[in-house]
């Protein structure tokens, strides 16, 4: 059985320096005007702008981005999150052919969507998700789908529709070890989240999930994640490091050197995922078309 311990809160403190290991380019080049200009001109949004990603240069810069449907703003309030917080307005119907139009254009072929929570519809965007997917397989069948899909509160009918549109690869971040999910994650429930991965495996995808580090967590609640994971049929697992988008969001506790993302990604191998992305800067659509095998 599965224990979920409780944490308390602490204060928040200053902005920690990063060590060099952190440091990225800014955004430049031909293919980052272009990507930008497409997200513009197609009234678009991106967890790479919304979520202040450091990989944004060279992943658009690379011609690559992630998409965000069901607008920007989430029905969650996690500690760790720079996307807005509060009521979504009415969700954009057309948003799958704009989606599936600018992914081609793009000239991509391997494309990441993601969403906000959007907890207040009853199917939590479900059709919207499996429109999505629809539309870009209609209009590009080459290109290959990760879907980085959110909690659907045990809603399995809800989940049922979102995965069933063909994508290769179903993501569902854990975000966090047990113990600090009241902390991190206040909305969201552990186990919850296992049984979402369970249940996307048992219907035959190919599983994914990502976690933060340089939150509080030991080494051996790294590994304990790592475990249950595997348990519950997750195939890939991404390991970033957290980093504090504002002095509202959660502290770093800690930064990770570089030699521990290393052993990470060798004892999780160990463990039986099937890969494991592991690196300061990782996120979740980090190399994500290395994660299509």
Known sequence: MIELPVTS???KEPFKKKPPWLRVKLPTGENYKKVRSLVDEYKLHTICQSGNCPNMGECWGAGTATFMILGNVCTRSCSFCAVQTGRPPEYDTDEPRRVAEAIDLMGVKHA?????NRDELKDRGAQIWYETVMAIK????????ETLIPDVKANWEALETMIKGGQEVVSHNMETVSSL???VRPQGKYLRSLEQIKRTKADGHRTKSGIMVGLGETEDE??????HLVEHGCDILTIGQY?????????????????QFEKYKEVGLKKGLLYVESGPLVRSSYHAEKHVF
């Not at 990441?112 to 906000?116: D, G, L, P, Q, Y």
């Not at 209009?139 to 789908?145: D, E, F, M, N, Y």
């Not at 790294?222 to 475990?227: L, T």
């Open 243 to 259: 980093l504090q988008p504002t002095k509202m969001h959660i502290e770093v506790a800690e930064f990770i050197h570089p030699d």
């Open 222 to 227: 790294v590994f304990e994640i790592m475990d």
């Open 9 to 11: 809160k602490k204060a």
């Open 181 to 183: 999910y009241r902390k």
């Open 112 to 116: 990441v969507i993601t969403s906000v």
């Open 138 to 145: 209609e209009r590009t069948p080459a290109v290959t789908i």
